[in-house]
């Protein structure tokens, strides 16, 4: 118990220092200019293979004529390269989430570029083409000022988020609270963009994880399920889940 206790204060402690004077990826809808009743899903760390996560999602997403975004590692990009084109085919976004699966708020301006660089090479080398949209998302949620000078330098535009249930870090027996969390924050905000994880970190970490506990937190096989959950709830609820029709909407540096 004491052990525990130390581990728990000392990754409490190095998160504190780590986040100290940074900012979150968090926004409200207003100030990602999203319409009422406008809903936006968003799906960050894929793509992933395990138990065909990613490749069901699709299936839903499919099912219900939703586009969405999808921030891909370029690690994940280059094990999973046809899942990659899979999602450019059927008309979803890709975001740049970086190369590997480090925090952003850790790294030195050379280490960031070259991140986001090998990234961006990465995914096009899936791809086999240049990235149709250049769009960013901080792995980890935070960044600071010297991350934004140089994303924009790249020629990016981040993208941002309202409704997050911090599902990364759930395993399956807490799919409930994630769905009613997601369906609460929206309805708050009356829209807004849904961030999930159809992927944790790079695939040979989840390897590693999911080697040791199978059912554990790197286990995400559950979030298509709960994606068609919140979609069918918020259909019910008359939410315009397409809103990538609207002019500019990702065009806003948020």
Request: glycine share 8%; with cysteine.
């Amino acid at each position: 118990m004491r052990h525990n206790f130390r581990q728990t204060f000392l990754l409490l402690l190095t998160s504190i220092i780590l986040l100290g004077g940074c900012r979150s990826i968090d926004r409200t809808r207003r100030e990602m200019h999203i319409p009422r009743y406008v809903v936006i899903f968003s799906f960050d760390d894929g793509p992933n293979v395990h138990k065909d996560t990613t490749a069901r999602l699709l299936d839903i997403l499919g099912k219900y004529n939703i586009r969405a975004l999808f921030a891909l590692l370029g690690e994940n990009a280059e094990y999973s390269p046809e899942l990659v084109r899979r999602i450019r085919d059927e008309g979803h976004y890709i975001i740049n989430h970086g190369y590997g699966d480090g925090w952003v708020v850790s790294m030195s301006k050379s280490e960031f570029r070259e991140n986001l660089r090998r990234g961006e090479a990465a995914i096009t080398a899936a791809l086999g083409e240049e990235l149709r949209h250049r769009l960013y998302r901080p792995q980890g949620g935070y960044f600071k000022k010297k991350h934004r000078r140089i994303w924009k330098e790249e020629g990016y535009i981040m993208v941002t988020g309202t409704a997050r249930a911090y599902d990364a870090v759930i395993d399956e027996t807490g799919k409930n609270k994630v769905r009613h969390r997601i369906i609460r924050t929206i309805a708050e905000q009356r829209g807004g963009m849904i961030l999930l994880h159809d992927a944790r970190d790079s695939h040979l970490r989840m390897e590693r994880e999911l080697e040791k506990c199978p059912e554990g937190e790197f286990n995400r096989s559950w979030i298509p399920e709960v994606t068609e959950e919140i979609i069918i709830r918020l259909l019910e609820k008359g939410y315009r889940l397409n809103g990538f029709d609207i002019p500019g909407l990702l065009d806003i540096e948020s």
